[in-house]
């Protein structure tokens, strides 16, 4: 594998609801420490795009390669391959009826067959990195959304993953939460981590994004560094739906 | 943050105001006075009808009643233990069988499904009880019992797993398989004890039910509770006496387990907490 073999890559994915081509000509690599946002509006894509990458979604046509290699289609394998690629949803999906630490603990003890008492170790300090270490024992319904969200990233951190897939983790957050989800991510994106993110949050991704990606109807519309595509949107799209998040 | 008690009454009905609490207290004063009122009536009835006579309550004062009763009682336990157990496992198969993307094998289970929810638990204690004598296998009485009440009751458990389950929400499965679990694993560590803990209080109903099937014994002579106050009746020729205390005794096991229910229902949430900091 040669440095330049990308984390993820995406080959002519091409993908269906019944009549409603959701993916069109998806060509799209991550390399490396990357951090890749997606923005578009809502409807054009970006969810199901990402949940193609762990096979939440299955592919119509096209290819999908995780360092280089296919995506396999089920059973152990796939579920291995799924406990590499970190995912951090919209709502949090942290399972209610188990503690903040549980959580974290669970898919390492269980999938990976780490010591309990290890795992639980990690987890303390992965919770504490990501600032809710004092919230270990309750449970998700006695934290904010934003404490619930900086614990979801630190479940999916707990399996060590060589990247991670953000769908849009501050769009379900009262305003006053979602900086603090930001800074995680930030930091992460600060240690090298390989990122995917789904955000509207412009900031973030002038501040943090290697690259920008506008989609719209399934397809991606233009690709950029971050600067060139906010100052400079090169398709009359991308600048309507930027013009129209600024009036936000 | 407080713990989130608002349950479906809060949706359904408004807080009451001034006028309507007054209202309801009048109903509810009017219908105490009725209902005062019911059991002097029934009472005296008895009363006139020489139910209260010593004949009639005195054998309640020896042991050897009691202990009659109280093995009628074990027995009804111990079916009901037994029916409950099995109609549980059988429930959860049909419930697996009717979720799996095989089309044959879901149509299948839900066949079985609307099959014992159609049949009444009278007709598969006949079928115990005449019809499977009939293949050569001998079976006791308690299992003559036991098997239809738990078959009888086995479709119900499965649907109400089933809607727990379907009370899950997706994301929940979507979670656990991005960390790597298989669908397996991801039902039976994550999706599973939630959708259990939704139907708890439709389980206990059921067992409920179960319990209140077990007075079938009597058709297939095992001595259950049921079938020894019928002795008792027939002995002392006292039928009031004993089914106002064997109806007693019904009800206690009832409230028990409705309480159960509630205390299962309150803890549900908080109980991984409280192991984790054990
Ligand atoms: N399971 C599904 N079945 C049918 N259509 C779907 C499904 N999921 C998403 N869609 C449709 O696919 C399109 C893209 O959805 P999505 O990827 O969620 O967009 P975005 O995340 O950009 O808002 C939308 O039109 C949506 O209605
Ligand atoms: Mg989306």
């Given at each position: 594998m040669s440095a330049q073999t990308p984390v993820i890559e995406m080959r002519h994915v091409e993908k269906y609801y019944g009549d409603l081509h959701v993916l069109k000509d998806i060509n799209l690599s991550v390399t490396k420490g990357e951090v890749v946002v997606i923005i578009g509006p809502s409807g054009s894509g970006k969810s199901t795009l990402c949940r193609t990458i762990n096979r939440l979604e299955t592919i119509g046509s096209g290819e999908i390669l995780i360092d280089g290699e296919k995506i396999p289609e089920e059973g152990k394998k796939l579920a291995q391959l799924r406990s590499q690629i970190g995912m951090v949803f919209q709502s949090f999906n942290l399972f209610p009826h188990r503690t903040i630490l549980d959580n974290v603990t669970l898919a390492p003890v269980d999938v990976l067959k780490r010591n309990k008492k290890e795992a639980q170790q990690e987890a303390l300090e992965l919770l504490k990195r990501v600032g809710v270490g004092d919230q270990a024992n309750k449970v998700p319904a006695q934290l904010s959304g934003g404490q619930q969200q900086r614990a979801a990233i630190a479940r999916a951190l707990a399996m060590h993953p060589k990247a991670m897939l953000f769908d849009e983790p501050t769009s379900a957050l009262d305003p006053e939460m979602i900086g603090e989800v930001l800074n995680v991510m930030t930091e992460l994106a600060a240690e090298g981590m390989t990122m995917l993110v789904v955000t509207h949050e412009m900031n973030f991704a002038r501040r943090v994004a290697s690259r920008v990606i506008f989609m719209e109807d399934g397809a991606i519309l233009e690709e950029g560094a971050p600067e060139e595509f906010f100052e400079h949107p090169k398709t009359q799209r991308a600048q309507a739906f930027l013009q129209s998040i600024r009036e936000h | 943050m407080s713990k989130n008690n608002t349950s479906i009454r809060d949706f359904l009905y408004e807080e009451p105001g001034p006028k309507t609490r007054t209202w309801i207290r009048i109903g509810t004063g009017i219908a105490l006075v009725l209902l005062a009122w019911l059991i002097y009536a029934v009472i005296d009835r008895f009363n006139v009808t020489g139910q209260f006579r010593e004949k009639y309550w005195i054998f309640f004062t020896r042991w050897t009643t009691w202990r009659f009763l109280g093995e009628g009682l074990l027995t009804t336990l111990r079916v009901a233990v037994t029916a409950g157990a099995i109609t549980f496992a059988l429930g959860f198969l049909l419930m697996r069988a009717r979720l799996n993307r095989h089309t044959v094998i879901w149509r299948i289970s839900a066949g079985i499904i609307s099959f014992t929810r159609g049949v009444p638990t009278l007709l598969f204690v006949?079928?115990?009880?005449?019809?499977?004598?009939?293949?050569?296998?001998?079976?006791?009485?308690?299992?003559?019992?036991?098997?239809?009440?738990?078959?009888?009751?086995?479709?119900?458990?499965?649907?109400?797993?089933?809607?727990?389950?379907?009370?899950?929400?997706?994301?929940?499965?979507?979670?656990?398989?991005?960390?790597?679990?298989?669908?397996?694993?991801?039902?039976?560590?994550?999706?599973?004890?939630?959708?259990?803990?939704?139907?708890?209080?439709?389980?206990?109903?059921?067992?409920?039910?179960?319990?209140?099937?077990?007075?079938?014994?009597?058709?297939?002579?095992?001595?259950?509770?049921?079938?020894?106050?019928?002795?008792?009746?027939?002995?002392?020729?006292?039928?009031?006496?004993?089914?106002?205390?064997?109806?007693?005794?019904?009800?206690?096991?009832?409230?028990?387990?409705?309480?159960?229910?509630?205390?299962?229902?309150?803890?549900?949430?908080?109980?991984?907490?409280?192991?984790?900091k054990a």
């Open positions: - | 006949y079928f115990f009880f005449l019809v499977f004598p009939k293949t050569g296998i001998k079976l006791t009485g308690f299992w003559k019992i036991t098997l239809p009440v738990a078959i009888s009751a086995c479709g119900v458990v499965a649907e109400a797993l089933r809607s727990g389950v379907n009370a899950v929400p997706k994301g929940q499965r979507e979670a656990a398989l991005s960390l790597g679990m298989t669908e397996r694993r991801s039902f039976y560590r994550v999706i599973f004890p939630q959708a259990f803990r939704f139907v708890i209080p439709t389980l206990i109903a059921e067992m409920v039910i179960v319990l209140k099937d077990t007075t079938f014994a009597y058709i297939v002579s095992c001595a259950d509770l049921m079938q020894n106050a019928k002795v008792l009746i027939s002995n002392y020729d006292a039928l009031v006496s004993i089914y106002l205390v064997v109806a007693v005794i019904y009800i206690l096991i009832n409230y028990g387990l409705n309480k159960l229910s509630d205390s299962l229902a309150r803890r549900g949430g908080t109980m991984e907490s409280r192991r984790a």
